[in-house]
C-alpha cells in the first residue's frame, strides 16, 4: 500500500497539467504587474497634470511680468525724453545768458531726477544717490552731472540695459516651458504604460481562455502567444522611465 502510494507521488504530470499550472502563474504575475502599470501610469498622469497647472501658473506670472516690465520701459523712456529736453533747456538758458531760467530747470530736472528715476536707470546715466549737500545744492549737482558723457547717453541703446526691462519675464517663462516639457514626458510615459496595461490585458484574456480548447496544440498556442506579449510589454515597460521624484518607500513612510 505505501509503495502504491509513493509511486502516485512520483508520477509525472500530464502535459495538460503543466499547460495548466504555466497558465495560473501567468496570471497571476501578469495580474499583479498590470495593476502595477495601471498605478504607475497614473503616477505619471499625476505628474502631467501638475506640470501643465505649473506651466500654466508660470506663463500667466511671466506675461504679467512682460507686461509690466514693458510698462515700465515706456515710462523710462519718455522719463528720458523730458529729462533731455530739459538739458537742451538748460544748455541753451546758459549760452544766452540767462540764468534765472537756467537755474529754475536745474532745480525741476533734479527733483524730476530724485523722484523718478529707477535705480537701474540712475545708475545707467550716471545719476548716484544724492546726499545731504546735494540736496542743498540741485543747481550745482544738475550742472555737475551734465558735464558728464552718461548724462547724454540714453541707456536705451544698450541691449542689456533694455533686455533687463524683461529679465524677470524671460526666466518666468522659460520655467514655464520648461515644465511644459516635463508635462509631455510625463504624458508620453503614461500613454507608454496605457500601452503596457492593455497587453497585459490581452495576455489575461488569451490566458483565459486556454482552457476552453481541448486541442493539447492549440493550448501550446495560446500559451506561446501569450509568453511572446507578456515578455514585449515586460521589456517595454522596463525602458519606460519612472515618474519623476518616485520613491516606492515614500508612499508608506509619508515622505
Not at 501658473?57 to 530739459?86: K, P, R, T
Not at 523718478?116 to 540712475?122: K, Q
Not at 484574456?205 to 495560446?222: A, D, H, M, R, S
Request: contains cysteine; charged residues 20%; negative net charge.
Amino acid at each position: 500500500m505505501e509503495e502504491t502510494d509513493v509511486s502516485n507521488l512520483k508520477k509525472k504530470k500530464t502535459p495538460d497539467e503543466i499547460i495548466e499550472l504555466i497558465v495560473v502563474v501567468m496570471l497571476g504575475i501578469t495580474a499583479l504587474l498590470t495593476a502595477w502599470g495601471s498605478w504607475i501610469g497614473s503616477l505619471h498622469g499625476g505628474n502631467q497634470a501638475t506640470s501643465y497647472t505649473t506651466s500654466n501658473n508660470l506663463a500667466s506670472e511671466g506675461n504679467s511680468e512682460y507686461n509690466a516690465g514693458i510698462q515700465q520701459m515706456n515710462q523710462d523712456m519718455l522719463l528720458w525724453n523730458d529729462i533731455s529736453d530739459m538739458q537742451m533747456e538748460i544748455s541753451f538758458a546758459q549760452g544766452s545768458g540767462d540764468e534765472v531760467t537756467a537755474d529754475k530747470t536745474c532745480y525741476q530736472l533734479f527733483y524730476k531726477l530724485e523722484e523718478n528715476l529707477s535705480e537701474r536707470m540712475a545708475e545707467a546715466i550716471g545719476w548716484g544717490s544724492m546726499g545731504e549737500e546735494e540736496y542743498n545744492d540741485p543747481t550745482g549737482t544738475v550742472l555737475a552731472w551734465m558735464e558728464s558723457d552718461e548724462a547724454y547717453t540714453s541707456p536705451f541703446f544698450d541691449e542689456e540695459y533694455v533686455a533687463g526691462y524683461i529679465e524677470t519675464a524671460n526666466d518666468l517663462l522659460a520655467q514655464s516651458q520648461e515644465e511644459l516639457e516635463k508635462g509631455k514626458e510625463a504624458n508620453a510615459n503614461g500613454d507608454a504604460y496605457g500601452l503596457v496595461t492593455v497587453i497585459y490585458s490581452v495576455v489575461l484574456f488569451l490566458l483565459g481562455i486556454v482552457n476552453t480548447f481541448n486541442n493539447y496544440k492549440n493550448k501550446c498556442v495560446i500559451v506561446a502567444v501569450s509568453l511572446v506579449a507578456f515578455l514585449f510589454a515586460t521589456v517595454y515597460m522596463l525602458t519606460i522611465p519612472m515618474p519623476a521624484g518616485f520613491h516606492i518607500t515614500s508612499f508608506f513612510t509619508g515622505g
